[in-house]
């Protein structure tokens, strides 16, 4: 069963699949690193990273390009106020950020380009703007894109819809702007002094870029000019990725992106999680209280990312009740985790729940589906049909990126309680499911069980 997902450009729901037939290309807008992300910040990274997973545990290889944001109005503003040079502190915030996806347990993008490394790549994607006629040079000394140079701006963003046309030109020069408005954006923004030494040559001489034109040099240059999917919160299809698109198509005439998978916000209280309007948790904040990024994960994948979800308190207990089930399910079949070098792809009877991923990672249904199996499976006890299960909870762990273990004793075995368990995990390899379950009896005799993972078991005191 393929991949199905809305895509905010046609509204439709359709196959994800590489378009080379090979490696699913996608782009996701990275974090602006100028203070802690939130979990709002990480509702997004997560979907993206089951979004992943899903591809992945479906038999797909994925190239996945995720940047850092480290020179927008945001870091450059804030910087300036701590009085720290602009790369010390966004590589403090990076640095922050990555130990919140390893926390989270997000698998790490194929590249992480940031924008401050990527300057040239950039100036020549502008330059070709220029001599395209899609760009202008302004009395401000900035450099803006003609919006109406464009035929199809506003597709992704419905402007039509909104009765918002490119007729009046206005001009933009900050990064985020209104969403009732066209206007000329900039690519090129020329030196100001509250920039301060936050600036570079270019042919339009000393400035610095702007946060769109960023997102389009990189992702073109590590996924080509025509990739498969792009992805980011649902603010910022205006106009941030309205802006990519025209910057991007303009340039090589060809589709930029074939899908385009934008996630609802994470609300507190019916308003957006932001740091605009101090209404955030953060995993540090949360952990503090005595929640874990597990469970904080369980929560941002419990609503469907097509819609706002709401964060509360009482729903991270209600997670760490879900995930205990999963833990003791995990017990009660003797599962030992395997390495998440590469991920589990045989669901057997968990299949149904993958189905539900595949459906629009309708991620609500799939966990709804999982608690339902594992009430129905929790007693099975015949050694290969026990055996299938774990490979397919395995598989299930690896969609949802849970880390579920049955915890291993630290006390060692006797070594004739070893070598029956080395026979046994021989015999089970071998298919031999009698003599492993015969095996299992000898060992428990001895006071142990042994449990078992993809790549090996572990004896636990019975
Ligand atoms: P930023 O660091 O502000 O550039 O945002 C990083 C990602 O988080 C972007 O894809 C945003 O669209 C997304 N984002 C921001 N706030 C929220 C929120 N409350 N819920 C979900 N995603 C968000
Ligand atoms: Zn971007």
New binding site residues.
Partial sequence: MPLNLHDTLTRETREAFPMDGHSFRFYC?G??VYGP?HI??F??FVMQDVFRRVLETSGHETLHVRNI?DVDDKTIKQSQSEGVPLKEFTDRWSAFFNRDCELLNLMTPHAVPSAVDHIPEQISLISRLIEAGNAYQADDGSVYFKVDSFAKYGRLSRLADREITTDVISRESSDEYDRDSAADFALWKARRPEDGDNFWNSPWGEGRPGWHIECSAMSMKYLGESFDLHS??V??IFPHHENEIAQSESVTGKTFARHWFH?A??MVEGK???KSLGNLHTLEDLSKRGFKPQEVRYVLLSGSYRQPLNFTFDSLKAAQKALSKLQSFAEKIQFQAGSEDSLETNFGPFQSVQDALLSDLNTPEALGRLFSLIRELRDISDEEELEAVRVGFQATCDAFGFIIDSKPQAESAPEQVQILAQQRWDAKQAKDWSTADQLRQEILAFGWTVKDGKDGFVLAKA
């Fill in positions: 807008c974090p602006t992300a709002g910040n509702r997004t944001t980011g919160g603010d910022l996630i916000h994470l957006k999680m932001s």
